[in-house]
């Protein structure tokens, strides 16, 4: 099990593996709650309603048993037929080789997200024994600008991609599908849960999706039931020239919600995944705990704003350096799984 130094600007392990191992080990830590900030999630033992999706939309998937080929998978960008189960996959989005790793599957091509590696060192950790074929994969292009000729040239046999983010996504589509079956996901940390078990049923695994997503949820819940009191959790991101704060439509928003953690008033919205903040309003950052993230790790870009100091968590040493990577970059179960073990080891 991972620990944390006792200081106020804590850094997570980069030993994810370790971290998604102890899941289910409770932590020695209980947290206070303060009455200032007012909780927006539900709890998860009275409510059935969930901001993230837990289901695939109706209308998507094949309705074809697991292993069944071939199978017409209707998708966000049409309908797409596969006659054998796939074996040479491409990724194209952020999150998608998680999602892949996750059902056994390593990717033959895919992409990285801006200034982020290909394959982030938590699947690495994560997935120690499949390193030499992970140091295979080959990169494809960049997460919005593909590049059509190296995934032709992997000779795939399923493409798969989320229309989010992605400038003429139909007219990539259409050229994607034109090399191989392409298989397309909504995409956002909002829709990773549904976007998941779309992709598992691309490839006849949806059966296996859903019992990693079933454990997930119940592990989930288990940890939110030990929380004491109502801690409210911010989440707060530096890339670049953004510093955003993470509202309940988010990927780690979702982790959150499926906990029924509680969030501060200023990240309840639904509406948007994120807000971006100035360096003035830094204050709607503050929460009983915050998770921040500084994409390229210098956490300074953030501690040495001049609001810092003064934020609460901060003052109660209960500012948590996270992996960038896990908790905002990547919307795949791997990294909920991290999401959720940093959480409980500070809060359960």
Known sequence: MTILLPASHRTMSCGMAAVIASALILAGCTAESTTEN????PDPA??????????????KGSGERDGVFPRTVTHFAGETTLEDEPERVVVISTGQADAMLSLGIVPVGSTAGDGAEMIPQYLYETYPQLK???????HVGSRVEPELESIANLDPDLIVLNLAGKDDADV??????????TVATQGTGLYWKQDFLLLADAVGKTEQAQGWLDDYHADAAAFGARVEGAPTVSFLRKNGD?????????????VAE?????????????D??????SAELLGQADGDWIFYG???GDDTELTSLGLWPSLGAVEKGQAVSVDDDVFYLNVGPTAARGVLSVLQEELA
Do not use: H, K, N
């Open 272 to 277: 948007e995944t994120s807000v971006d903040i």
């Open 242 to 254: 953004r510093t955003r704060v993470f509202g309940i439509a988010s990927f780690s928003g979702s």
């Open 132 to 138: 030499d074929e992970l140091d295979s994969v080959t």
């Open 294 to 296: 500084v994409q390229g």
């Open 172 to 181: 990539f589509y259409a050229d994607a599908s034109e090399i191989a079956p």
């Open 46 to 59: 009275e409510s059935t309603e969930y901001t993230t999706p837990r289901t695939m939309p109706e209308g």
């Open 258 to 270: 499926d906990a029924g953690l509680s969030r501060p008033e200023a990240q309840s919205f639904t």
């Open 38 to 41: 007012v909780s927006s999630a």
